[in-house]
């Protein structure tokens, strides 16, 4: 019988076999306007990472500066985001983020968890996505292919996303606490999809079913 950190290690091993080492950025944004990451992470909740991709593609254009979502008028936001699915609440949630990273941080995406969850649509999903990829500070975000999975496979009996939070930080290793994310949530699309999840082709089998 393995302990859950060895578990999680062998596991950490196989995906790295797998997926490889590199954390894949799956949103587009420039890399000198980090709040466009934001707002994609905000656009992405209940949403694949291409529709974002193409939303912001021509969002990105029209709203070019952080002023210019600040100032949006909310009705032709949610008309440039519909695609996205849940348009009220995101075009609002954005519009009042970049007027809060204006009036309270100085137009930058803060780099502290708490100010993070201080933003509007930011939950601790997508500030510890922001954090770990703006900045490189290790954070386990917890989305529902990670929740799921990680359940499966440690045998966990959590209802609470903090709590599943709080396991994986004490059993996975802080260095591949983004991998962890990034290539779980590959696998939940790839192979343990929820409905059907194809275990005769998992490359974490052995450790899920034992
Ligand atoms: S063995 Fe099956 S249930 Fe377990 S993680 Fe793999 S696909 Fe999912």
Known sequence: MISDKEKGKLIVRELIKRYGREIPLYLNYHKRKPYEFLFAVIMSA??????????TKELYKKYDTLHKFANANVKSLEHDIHPVGFYHNKAKNIKECAIKLITDFDGKVPN????LLSLPGVGRKT???VISHLYGIPAMAVDTHVARISKLVFKLNLKKVEEIEEFLKKTIDKKYWELWNTHIIALGREICIARKPKCTICPIYKYCKK
């Open 46 to 55: 209940q949403c694949t990472d291409i529709r974002v991709n193409l939303v």
């Open 127 to 129: 500030a510890s996505v």
């Open 112 to 115: 502290d968890f708490e100010k």
